[in-house]
């Protein structure tokens, strides 16, 4: 088992920021793809970012590229997603997810075995 606990959303103006955390233990292997996800009211669920624990390789969704940054703090096991010039659009449940990789590269296409519990992101306009 992975517990992963959400943290740090919450309601902000549009162009404004939001800083997500997700608190992880139980893994110590350094082969893990941690991701963010979000899910919006009646649409699916869509991989938002992930970084591959053990080179610190990033990959995002292009709506969210250059705008959000994650980042993973080794010695405190915190997942970070850093979200800047936020957009209505990205109002939503945010989950952080985590599996492991066998390949040396990680995919938010992964089925991903581990999961928070959400955090809600609002954005007003």
């Known amino acids: 088992q992975v517990p992963l606990v959400e943290s740090g959303g919450g309601s902000v103006q549009a162009g404004g920021s939001l800083r997500l955390s997700c608190a992880a233990s139980g893994y110590t292997y350094r082969n893990y793809c941690l991701a963010w996800f979000r899910q919006a009211p009646g649409k699916e669920r869509e991989g938002v970012g992930v970084?591959?624990?053990?080179?610190?390789?990033?990959n995002y969704h292009d709506s969210v590229n250059g705008r959000f940054t994650i980042s993973h703090d080794n010695a405190t096991n915190t997942l970070f997603l850093q979200m800047n010039s936020l957009k209505p659009e990205d109002s939503a449940v945010y989950y952080c997810?985590?599996?492991?990789?066998?390949?040396?590269?990680?995919?938010?296409?992964?089925?991903?075995?581990?999961w928070g519990q959400g955090t809600q992101v609002t954005v007003s306009s």
């Open positions: 997810a985590a599996t492991r990789s066998f390949t040396g590269v990680c995919s938010l296409q992964y089925n991903y075995e581990y």
């Open positions: 970084i591959y624990r053990y080179s610190g390789s990033t």
